[in-house]
Nanobody, 125 residues
Framework: VQLQASGGGSVQAGGSLRLSCAASGGSFSTYNMGWFRQTPGMEREFVAAISWSGASTYYADSVKGRFTISRDNGKNMVYLQMNSLKPEDTAVYFC???????????????????WGRGTLVTVSS
């Protein structure tokens, strides 16, 4: 499974960005997907997750109500719509795939087997 995140950039506080993650190989429609982020010197932290069907989602408290995760299984894509961005959202964002096939609101780094390269989001005040 190969994952490639894109869509990062620079935006002012209060602005919006949409991240995309393209998946190839494997059976994307059976994978739970997640977004994580990382800043220098900090551990990679959970942002959002979506079940293989798209029916269930789970968010970190810090982004709840501002970010929306979605997926298109026909296109092997997962998205992260980020609104009302804050400077503290600045980070490298990573998409990840969990191939277990079981949804339980996966939020731990070790629950995801495949990771893509990140995309940088910079929010200025």
């Amino acid at each position: 499974v190969q994952l490639q995140a894109s869509g990062g950039g620079s935006v002012q506080a209060g602005g919006s960005l949409r991240l995309s993650c393209a998946a190839s190989g494997g059976s994307f429609s059976t994978y739970n997907m997640g977004w994580f982020r990382q800043t220098p010197g900090m551990e990679r932290e959970f942002v959002a997750a979506i079940s293989w069907s798209g029916a269930s989602t789970y968010y970190a408290d810090s982004v709840k109500g501002r970010f929306t995760i979605s997926r298109d299984n026909g296109k092997n894509m997962v998205y992260l719509q980020m609104n009302s961005l804050k400077p503290e959202d600045t980070a490298v964002y990573f998409c990840a795939a969990d191939i277990s096939g079981t949804w339980y609101s996966q939020s731990g780094r070790d629950e995801y087997e495949y990771w893509g390269r990140g995309t940088l989001v910079t929010v200025s005040s």
